[in-house]
Nanobody
């Protein structure tokens, strides 16, 4: 098993940047694909971005492509989501998730997830 803890959320203005972190503990982080999804109040969960175990391949939702960058530092057992040019529509609780084998596009079905960190973007 792996335990995931997100951090880095907060209240920012439109156009600002934030970097979210996902600290992993338990089994070796390098054996897991990982990624981020978000859930705004009253809405369904939404895939944001995902990255392979090695960090070589990434995918993004169209809504964040060009603004968000996912990365990971396996030596630090940590994943990141750099969010630039934030918009009010990005307001949500952001969760990181990890899985041994499911493909990146199945992020919403990933086995392990953290408790989330709130991101609020004011206009």
């Amino acid at each position: 098993q792996v335990q995931l803890v997100e951090s880095g959320g907060g209240l920012v203005q439109a156009g600002d940047s934030l970097r979210l972190s996902c600290a992993a503990s338990g089994r070796t982080f390098t054996i897991y694909h990982m990624g981020w999804f978000r859930q705004a109040a009253g809405k369904e969960r939404e895939f944001v971005a995902a990255i392979t175990k090695s960090g070589v391949s990434t995918i993004y939702a169209d809504s964040v492509k060009g603004r968000f960058t996912i990365s990971r530092d396996n030596a630090k057992n940590t994943g990141y989501l750099q969010m630039n040019s934030l918009k009010p529509d990005d307001t949500a609780v952001y969760y990181c998730a990890a899985d041994l084998n499911r493909p990146l596009r199945s992020l919403l079905e990933y086995t392990y997830r953290g408790q989330g960190t709130q991101v609020t973007v004011s206009s």
